[in-house]
């Protein structure tokens, strides 16, 4: 029996081998665990640096920062290096930022190792997901869901180390995140295949035409998604305070959510077998709008919120695939749907914040079903569209 898993490219070359896929699983797991650590730092940053909050939080905002760089800078040079060599830089980046930020005597070099291991973040990012959305012939969208749902993973696991540690002890979290991304510099990218990822980034003039609608269709929709995905994790618990649910309730639900979407990313996988990802994302957009308006009852919002995690959680994964079969001459398309959904994550919540101001805590469902409702309508678009594009 062999040891490659179902493979691959266009040009029907195996991209991995199963234990390069259960490595790249490891890299999700490290950087959905090293952007998880920032929040939890925070009293331990403030103590350490004597930081306002603001200040602490710049930690994130740098981290978020060097990865929609570092997406678009690995992007970039992808034609001109292979698969390993790029995987082998993100972790690489990922080893020094997390060991900086750890062992920083200072804020600003704290700062300065959050965007280095942010660009690592971003590369591994763009590059897993690029990698597996045609890496596993017709089971790409069903690994790619397994993928993401080891970010979940890794997500759960940052707090969970700094809970144990403490506050005051963050740079173990930061240094196990360090040395986790060393071991996969060694390991990580073996048995991927190293040549170029030897996408095209010729165009018919038919696919010239359409290709500036379909990737803002893609754009927007993966916006939208995201945005939905942090205003709910960043508004869920004060909206469920202010409708008379306690704080540990709240805090729960909150957890639920983001547990959710995690075992959102498993379920879908026998699904994405049999039914296509259009199809997947239509049930997942009309399910996440459905959820957010029973967030109006105050008895159901827990659970609401929870429906909203499991619908939500298949959105970013099961779009890849379709995006690369609707744009497959469109070399970059991947790599600006994922900065996109980074830039959505750092914007949506103080524009939301804004609307809220305006409109009170209570709008929070109100305001996170028009985001949904947009979110489906834009699906809707892209059915139409690409399946005249590709008639």
Same mark, same amino acid.
């Given at each position: 029996?062999? *040891?490659?898993?179902?493979?691959?490219?266009?040009?029907?070359?195996?991209?991995? $081998? @199963?234990?390069?896929?259960?490595?790249?699983?490891?890299?999700?797991?490290?950087?959905?665990?090293?952007?998880?650590?920032?929040?939890?730092?925070?009293?331990? !940053?403030?103590? /350490?640096?004597?930081?306002?909050?603001?200040? &602490?939080?710049?930690?994130?905002?740098?981290?978020?920062?060097?990865?929609?760089?570092?997406?678009?800078?690995?992007?970039?040079?992808?034609?001109?290096?292979?698969? #390993?060599?790029?995987?082998?830089?993100?972790?690489?980046?990922?080893?020094?930022?997390?060991?900086?930020?750890?062992?920083?005597?200072?804020?600003?070099?704290?700062? &300065?190792?959050?965007?280095?291991?942010?660009?690592?973040?971003?590369?591994?990012?763009?590059?897993?997901?690029? %990698?597996?959305?045609?890496?596993?012939? *017709?089971?790409?969208?069903?690994?790619?869901?397994?993928?993401?749902?080891?970010?979940?993973?890794?997500?759960?696991?940052?707090?969970?180390?700094?809970?144990?540690?403490?506050?005051? *002890?963050?740079?173990?979290?930061?240094?196990?995140?360090?040395?986790?991304?060393?071991?996969?510099?060694?390991?990580? +990218?073996?048995?991927? @295949? $190293?040549?170029?990822?030897?996408?095209? +980034?010729?165009?018919?003039? @038919?696919?010239? !035409?359409?290709?500036?609608?379909?990737?803002?269709?893609?754009?927007? %929709?993966?916006?939208?998604?995201?945005?939905?995905?942090?205003?709910?994790?960043?508004?869920?618990?004060?909206?469920? /305070?202010?409708?008379?649910? +306690?704080?540990?309730?709240?805090?729960?639900?909150?957890?639920?959510?983001?547990?959710?979407?995690?075992?959102?990313?498993?379920?879908?996988?026998?699904?994405?077998? @049999?039914?296509?990802?259009?199809?997947? =994302?239509?049930?997942?957009?009309?399910?996440?709008?459905?959820?957010?308006?029973?967030? !109006?009852?105050?008895?159901?919002?827990?659970?609401?919120?929870?429906?909203?995690?499991?619908?939500?959680?298949?959105?970013?994964?099961?779009? !890849?695939?379709?995006?690369?079969?609707? =744009?497959?001459?469109?070399?970059?398309?991947?790599?600006?749907?994922?900065?996109?959904?980074?830039?959505?994550?750092?914007?949506?919540?103080?524009?939301?914040?804004?609307?809220? /101001?305006? +409109?009170?805590?209570?709008?929070?469902?109100?305001? %996170?079903?028009?985001?949904? &409702?947009?979110? =489906?309508?834009?699906?809707?678009?892209?059915?139409? =569209?690409? #399946?005249?594009?590709?008639?």
């Amino acid at each position: 029996m062999t *040891d490659t898993v179902l493979t691959t490219s266009a040009a029907g070359r195996r991209l991995f $081998t @199963r234990p390069a896929a259960v490595a790249s699983c490891g890299g999700f797991v490290l950087i959905g665990m090293l952007q998880a650590l920032y929040g939890p730092a925070v009293p331990g !940053l403030r103590a /350490e640096f004597g930081l306002s909050p603001s200040g &602490a939080g710049l930690g994130l905002s740098l981290h978020f920062t060097g990865g929609v760089a570092g997406v678009l800078v690995f992007n970039a040079v992808h034609s001109r290096i292979s698969n #390993r060599s790029l995987l082998a830089a993100g972790y690489v980046l990922m080893a020094v930022g997390g060991a900086g930020f750890a062992l920083a005597p200072g804020w600003p070099m704290a700062l &300065a190792a959050a965007f280095l291991g942010g660009l690592g973040f971003g590369g591994i990012d763009y590059g897993l997901n690029q %990698l597996f959305a045609v890496g596993f012939g *017709d089971r790409s969208t069903a690994m790619l869901n397994v993928l993401n749902a080891h970010f979940g993973i890794g997500a759960v696991l940052g707090p969970a180390v700094v809970a144990w540690a403490g506050p005051d *002890d963050y740079a173990w979290g930061f240094g196990a995140c360090a040395a986790l991304a060393a071991l996969l510099t060694l390991v990580g +990218s073996r048995g991927v @295949r $190293t040549q170029a990822s030897g996408n095209t +980034s010729s165009a018919s003039s @038919r696919g010239a !035409l359409g290709l500036p609608r379909i990737l803002l269709g893609f754009l927007a %929709l993966y916006i939208l998604n995201v945005a939905v995905e942090a205003g709910v994790g960043g508004w869920e618990p004060t909206h469920l /305070e202010t409708v008379g649910h +306690s704080a540990a309730v709240a805090a729960s639900a909150t957890s639920v959510y983001w547990l959710m979407m995690t075992a959102g990313r498993f379920l879908v996988v026998p699904l994405t077998l @049999r039914y296509p990802p259009e199809r997947i =994302l239509t049930v997942c957009a009309a399910g996440m709008t459905v959820c957010l308006l029973l967030a !109006l009852v105050e008895g159901a919002a827990p659970v609401a919120y929870a429906g909203v995690g499991l619908f939500i959680a298949p959105v970013f994964p099961t779009g !890849l695939p379709w995006l690369n079969r609707a =744009l497959p001459q469109a070399r970059r398309a991947g790599a600006w749907v994922i900065a996109a959904s980074l830039i959505g994550g750092v914007a949506a919540p103080p524009l939301l914040g804004a609307g809220i /101001e305006a +409109s009170g805590i209570q709008a929070v469902p109100w305001l %996170l079903t028009a985001l949904s &409702a947009a979110s =489906l309508a834009a699906t809707l678009w892209l059915i139409r =569209l690409t #399946r005249r594009f590709l008639e």
